[in-house]
């Protein structure tokens, strides 16, 4: 072993271990953990194409108001209008719907805003988005091609994670945005966004790996840019995950 070494073995696993705190449980990077918080994904279950989405407990209209034949992502962007259905409207500057074409074969969904995609109204558009944009052109992708969201679409205090009462007033617009998108192929981006969509508390490096369906269409899970950020030792791990994504985007849809 060369002298050193194994201090930048246990600096990575420390690194690692520091982002999966703050990505599971949201502990603040750099500071040191707290106890966990319990974070039972309490999630409403998909609707059905033609079935109305209602928002429990909102204070704006629900997804219901306009039917499931009429909807175009404009118009579900029209109904999110200046939302209120949960807490996260109070810190946010800008809601971030969403970015990308109408009908995408790929759709990317990460956890949330942070403070440039707050800023700017548009997903992915910081650190992590550059390094997305630089995955997405080594599968021979323009950015621009892609259809972009996330989970939440208001910027949590202090980038925590969501919370569940929080996912539970926009999961009906991402269930919607997936189901008007229609792409050949959905990306969760990191352990939020992967036990979200698949409703489950296991680890990213137990989802990721294996196919799944999320509204029908097929899903894929990989760990965030921001975790590559932090390791680049992950990229492979992502790399591993989304190369096939372009077989998959020449094949008809089901
Ligand atoms: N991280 C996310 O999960 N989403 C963004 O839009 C930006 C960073």
Known sequence: MKPGSLNEEALSVLSDLRLYLHQRYGVPLGVAPSPPLAFPLVFPPLPREGERVGVRGSTTPPASEIPASARTLEEVRRILGDCRRCGLCAGRTNIVFGDGPDAAGLM???????????????????????????????????????????????????????????????????????????????????????????????????????????????????????????????????????????????????
């Open 108 to 254: 990317i969904v990460g956890e949330a805003p942070g403070a440039e995609e707050d800023a700017q109204g548009k997903p992915f558009v910081g650190r992590s988005g550059q390094l997305l944009s630089r995955m997405l052109k080594a599968l021979g992708l323009e950015r621009e091609q892609v259809y972009i969201t996330n989970v939440v679409k208001c910027r949590p205090p202090e980038n925590r994670n969501p919370k569940v009462d929080e996912v539970s007033a926009c999961s009906p617009f991402l269930t919607e945005q997936a189901r008007l998108v229609r792409p050949k192929v959905l990306l969760a981006l990191g352990t939020f966004a992967a036990q979200t969509l698949l409703q489950t508390n296991e680890p990213i490096m137990k989802l990721r790996g294996k196919p799944y369906t999320y509204a029908g269409l097929p899903l894929i899970v990989t760990l965030h840019p921001a975790a590559c950020l932090y390791n680049p030792g992950n990229k492979k791990y992502v790399w591993e995950d989304i190369k096939g994504i372009p077989e998959m985007l020449k094949m008809d849809p089901a």
